[in-house]
């Protein structure tokens, strides 16, 4: 008989096994709701919350960014002339991502030899920028026809490098108004941080100095770039928009080259300045400073050779115009200002003059050690009498002269749009007594201040504001660079109030210096009449400084012109003075050429 299964007598249920399955498939879908709900929840994180941020990564990933800088602008003088401008140039670029090859150090190394740069160097580059940096990283400048061969010829090993063709800044001109131009170069690292929410990035050129600086705003313009996409392996596929490089903007300057390298050449290689001024409204014509340097090296790595060439000239990048020296005689401007306005000293004052003046047992000397008779202000400033100044100036008062000194703008920055100009020093009771262990302000200040000594410090420029405010009849002018309407509307200047007797006399004082005084280098037919003053600082420990501030034509002036020459070892009639009328003359025969050109128009007409 067979035996089947169902032969067995079925087992009595045991009711504790009763429900077990369907815990077992709770338990399953529990384990399936939370592992898929985990993968729901990260998805819709990714999704929600970090949806854009990996869509960026994902685009960066297929995407690279070919830079377009944007073309400079121009920097022009007063009459069109080209003071700045751009070239063309090759530049060398470096993938980021070339550092996650295999033969990273032989890639940097090949390149750094084709560059004639340190390895180091590019590979700092390299990290600064770090390994997601989205766009090409500039690694080499200005490159030879050579270096973009060797590049090309090297193709396998370098396919991580690319050149391209960039627009470097370019001076014409080379030394000519360098300090007032000034240079670019590429950003640091500091100025990258402090720049980067302007839109500045690696490898931008940024104005360093001078106008360049100044007027980087209106200069830069704005980058573009065309966005490629590209395979895994980096390799181009398809441009997927392109926007265009915004240029900069051109600007004209108030500056006149011809006068401009005129003023250089009367300077020469002596340290010191020169400045032009429109003396009716500031407009900077020229302002020479030596040293000085050529901007175009910068437009390349400057290698330490170059770097100790330009220091070897002593400090090519200080702009002397801005810096203070003591003025000496062309502060008796402000003397005779002081002592006039004041009412003490009127116009008509006569004095005795002296070998010496005797201030509290200080003796302060007249120049020719014997004085010169009685004089009145006109033949006082013709011959710089220390010792009739000196007297006007004790008698009026420190404190007033300190008044009209600070008016005329000695004494604080006269605002160019140039960095680095310095005050001046104007000292004050407070100043002294804050600086020399609480010694008060004495009479022996006041003398020494009324001859521009002592403590007195004032700019080449300071000076050529003071000249242009007795120029054109008490108005103190404000310099500038920017050539705007303003410079024909004349509204950038400020009345002194000066009395007419008071700018009478000093105007006849100053074409007296000229007209047979100590300025007489000036009193030549080639030139209109003008007006002036000499000045002879003591410089201690060195030879003296020599100045010449003056202004032409007398009867209607139009310009400005100081000369500064520090520790020249000569006077301020015999070594400063010819190179003001080095300028003047150059300035008047080319107005002569211009009215005979125009002239010849109107006759042909």
Known sequence: MAVTSSSYPKAPENKRNVGRQYQAS????????????????????????????????????RTRIIPKPPVRGNIFDRKGKVLATTRLSHSAYIWPKAQKQENWQEIRDLLAKILELPPEDIQKRVEEAGINYPSLIPVGLNLTPAQVTAIEEYRPQLKWVETDIIKVRNYPQKEVAAHILGYTGELDRQELNRKKPEG??????????????????????????????????????????????????????????????????????????IVVLDSNNGAVLAMASYPRFDPNIFSSPVTPQMWQELQAKG???????????????????????????SGKYPPNTILSTYAYLNVGG?????????????????????????TFFGQVGRGSGGENLIKWARNYGFGKPTGIELEGETGGLIADDAWKRMNFRNWGWTAGDTVNMSIGQGFTLATPLQVAVMFSAIANNGYQVQPHLLRTDNDLKQQQRVSLNLKPTTLSTIRKG????????????????????????????????????????????????????????????????????????????????????????????????
Do not use: C
């Open 315 to 341: 400090n090519p990048f200080l702009n002397m115009a801005l810096r203070g020296f003591p003025p000496a005689s062309t502060f008796k401007v402000v003397t005779a200002t002081a002592g006039m306005e």
């Open 510 to 605: 100053l074409r007296a210096v000229v007209n047979g005084g100590t300025g007489g280098r000036l009193n030549i037919p080639e030139l209109p009449p003008s007006a002036g003053k000499s000045g002879t600082a003591e410089a201690p420990p060195g030879k003296p400084h020599a100045w010449f501030g003056a202004f032409a034509p007398y009867d209607k002036p139009e310009i400005t012109v100081v000369a500064f020459a520090e520790h020249s070892g000569g006077g301020g009639g015999s070594v400063a003075a010819p190179m003001v009328r080095q300028v003047m003359e150059v300035y008047f025969k080319e107005k002569k050429e211009q009215k005979s050109v125009v002239e010849e128009v109107i006759s042909n007409r």
């Open 200 to 273: 500045y990035r690696l490898g931008d050129v940024i104005g360093k100095m001078g106008v360049e600086k100044s007027h980087e705003n209106l200069l830069r313009g704005k980058w573009g770039g065309l966005n490629l996409e590209v395979d895994g392996a980096g390799r181009f596929m398809r441009i997927l928009g392109e926007t265009p490089p915004k240029s900069g903007k051109d600007i004209t300057l108030t500056l006149d080259l011809e006068l401009q390298k005129a003023a250089e050449s009367a300077l020469g290689t002596q340290k010191g300045a």
């Open 362 to 386: 200080t003796l302060f000397g007249e120049w020719n050690k014997a004085g010169f008779g009685r004089m009145n202000y006109v033949s006082a400033m013709a011959w710089s009498s220390n």
């Open 26 to 61: 709770l338990i399953l879908l529990g384990i399936s709701v939370v592992f898929f709900g985990g993968i729901g929840s990260r998805l819709a994180y990714l999704q929600l919350e970090q949806g854009e941020a990996n869509q960026r990564k994902a685009d960066e990933n």
